[in-house]
């Protein structure tokens, strides 16, 4: 997992907190999954961070922000984010992380291209 000796990294994600399924129950998390796992890669690596967030934020709600997911996914949306990166090609290494819903990422998480 560690980038070539020198390289400068990226970790890029998306998470969402709030009432999400675990082990099969819906429970409030005050830290989303995907953020910890992000935050584990990039104290492993020293990476850079990058939280993806979109301008119009994700329901509280499993269930509702389930419904928003699908409906951006059937349309190809490209939520507006509020910041980008200023230039990728200063990495070497890109880790990016999301969310799935459906067997796909978060729209806002369709890289490089929207980052």
């Known amino acids: ?34 953020e ?12 850079d961070s990058f939280r993806i967030q979109a301008v119009k934020p994700y329901p509280e709600d499993y269930y509702e922000t389930t419904e928003v997911a699908k409906e951006e996914q059937r349309t190809n949306a490209r939520p507006e984010l509020t910041a980008h990166i200023e230039d990728m090609r ?8 999301s969310q799935l819903v459906g ?10 291209r929207d980052l």
């Open 90 to 97: 200063v990495y070497d290494v890109i880790f990016v992380g």
């Open 1 to 34: 997992m560690n980038p070539p000796k020198n390289a400068k990294s990226l970790v890029a994600y998306f998470s969402r907190k709030g009432k999400n399924i675990v082990s099969g129950a819906i429970i409030h998390l005050p830290v989303g999954n995907t």
């Open 103 to 112: 067997h796909d990422a978060y729209a806002g998480v369709h890289v490089p």
């Open 36 to 47: 910890v796992i992000a935050r584990m890669i990039q104290e492993a690596t020293g990476s």
